[in-house]
């Protein structure tokens, strides 16, 4: 039995995954009758299990190996996959590091699991020697470390994780769900070093396809083999995995919007720094930035009135907005409201 195994709930461990007839037989030409479909186009087929072409164009695109790579109806799947393959209900925790992202915590009570928050430090980075103690505690399994951080857009430093990875014992998820706009090196090429890490990735943000919901999960493969056992056999519609294939091949059109929002966000930022409400603009890895105002609750409500929406963060960081870097002209519509608030 592997380490990683080990790491695996009992009833996952002898799961005799669902076989449906897309599994048995996988050519694409022939007289179909055994999935109980009509006969009758269009979209009368169900999707392909194992989304056999979106995971080759992204092996390509990404440089990881298509055995490497699992996808998900959304990372939102791919994070409640990991509470039900590692994590025994009522009795294991996992750990967050906060403020962060909020679907950690809701996939940890839906499947009945403590979580054990670190708040970051004065930095906004990973507050390791708060962190040390609970590295060998036997009931946490799983560690999320968002990076670049959402709500504080930073990345987490690449040293600090390492050790967390190599200290851990259970099961380390690093969320790169804004990675592309980072510039920084990922972890999505490393799982082979370390047997114990998933990192996850997502169509929603830089790739621009959130409603076609396609989340990707790098692992080895002594992981992945249990979210494929878990997962529903068609997780991913045949629509949303065309939608991502064609997103796929326009990769020059991909990296150039990637830049111009990199441009906006960057400009935004000093624009913002600039107005009299503001009082703190923090440095961004992602497409949003966390930005400290005279008074967030005033501000979220006026810009609201006008049809400008950002995230109110100050129940989680004081005084504190998110505002996702839009177009050139809804930036500047942006800063124009605010602009005429005072304070
Ligand atoms: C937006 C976001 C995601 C994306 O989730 P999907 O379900 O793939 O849309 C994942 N992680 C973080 C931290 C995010 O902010």
């Known amino acids: 039995m592997k380490r990683t195994d080990k790491l695996v709930r009992p009833n996952v461990l002898k799961l005799v995954p669902y076989s449906c007839a897309r599994d048995e037989y996988e050519g694409s030409d022939g007289i179909f009758l055994d999935a109980n479909e009509s006969p009758y ?10 989304q056999h ?7 390509r695109h990404r440089g990881i190996p298509v055995r490497n ?33 909020g679907m950690y915590g809701v996939a940890a009570s839906v499947n009945d699991i403590e979580v054990i928050r670190i708040p970051l430090d004065e930095t906004f980075n990973i507050d390791l020697q708060a962190a040390r103690p609970w590295l060998q505690d036997e009931t946490l399994k799983l560690i999320f470390i968002c990076s670049p951080n959402n709500p504080t857009g930073n990345c987490m430093d690449q040293e600090t994780i390492e050790t967390i990875i190599r200290e ?12 592309d706009f980072s510039g920084k090196p990922s ?23 959130a409603a076609a919901r396609v989340g990707m999960a790098f692992g080895g493969t ?14 991913i519609s045949t629509i949303n995995q065309e939608a991502a294939l064609r997103r796929l091949k326009e990769t020059g059109e991909l990296t150039r919007r990637v830049q111009t929002i990199i441009t906006e966000r960057n400009r935004l930022a000093s624009r913002l720094a600039a107005l009299p409400v503001v009082e703190k603009v923090w440095p961004s890895d992602s497409n949003f930035l966390l930005v400290r105002v005279k008074d967030a609750d005033y501000i979220y409500n006026t810009l609201a009135e006008r049809k400008i929406i950002v995230r109110n963060r100050s129940r989680e960081i004081p005084g504190c907005i998110r505002i996702t870097t839009g ?17």
């Open 187 to 209: 972890f999505a090429g490393r799982t082979g070093e370390f047997d114990n890490l998933i990192v996850m990735q997502t169509f929603s943000k830089a790739m621009g396809l």
């Open 53 to 59: 072409l979106l995971r080759e164009a992204i092996s």
């Open 168 to 179: 851990f014992n259970g099961i380390v998820v690093i969320d790169e769900a804004y990675g």
């Open 69 to 101: 790579i699992f996808l998900g109806n959304g990372s939102d799947e791919i994070i409640d996959l990991c509470f039900r393959i590692f994590c025994n209900p009522g009795k294991e925790r996992a750990m967050v590091f906060t403020p962060t992202y």
């Open 327 to 343: 177009t050139p002209e809804e930036n500047e519509k942006l800063l124009s409201e605010l602009e005429k608030i005072e304070l």
């Open 41 to 50: 186009g269009p979209l009368n087929r169900y999707p392909d299990p194992r």
């Open 222 to 235: 002594d992981l992945l083999k249990y979210f494929f056992a878990m997962k529903p056999p068609y997780n």
